[in-house]
């Protein structure tokens, strides 16, 4: 079963920046499209950036991104890591969330189980 572990979250000021990590043993993330999804208190579970599996050609063009964080928020790979980043920027109070990462199917929906996310806080 595909296990990822989320990094990088922490306490920020408005308009500040955070860059998560979504990493995975034992298996290579470039052949999984990934999601970053958040769930802030007492809201549902919702899907903000993902990114194709590498070299697959996608409706979606590669990358897409939730309105809410398109112009502030950046998914990407470094494959020589293994790793799936999301750059945050111009963060917002309502960033605030458990972010988490997912492999995702063709239609952008998390496939298996979730890990344990990494909290984000936006606040002065």
């Known amino acids: 079963q595909v296990q990822l572990v989320e990094s990088g979250g922490g306490l920020v000021q408005p308009g500040g920046s955070l860059r998560l990590s979504c990493t995975a043993s034992?298996?290579?993330?470039?052949?999984?499209?990934i999601g970053w999804f958040r769930q802030a208190p007492e809201k549902t579970r919702e899907g903000v950036a993902y990114?194709?599996?590498?070299?697959?050609?996608?409706?979606?063009?590669?990358?897409e991104y939730a309105d809410s964080v398109k112009g502030r928020f950046t998914i990407s790979r470094d494959r020589a890591k293994n790793t799936v980043y999301l750059q945050m920027s111009s963060l917002k109070p309502e960033d605030t969330a458990v972010y988490y990462c997912?492999?995702?199917?063709?239609?952008?929906?998390?496939?298996?189980?979730w890990g344990q996310g990494t909290q984000v806080t936006v606040s002065s």
């Open positions: 034992g298996f290579t993330l470039d052949t999984y499209a």
């Open positions: 997912a492999t995702v199917d063709e239609l952008l929906l998390p496939v298996g189980s």
């Open positions: 990114i194709s599996a590498h070299g697959v050609s996608t409706y979606y063009g590669g990358t």
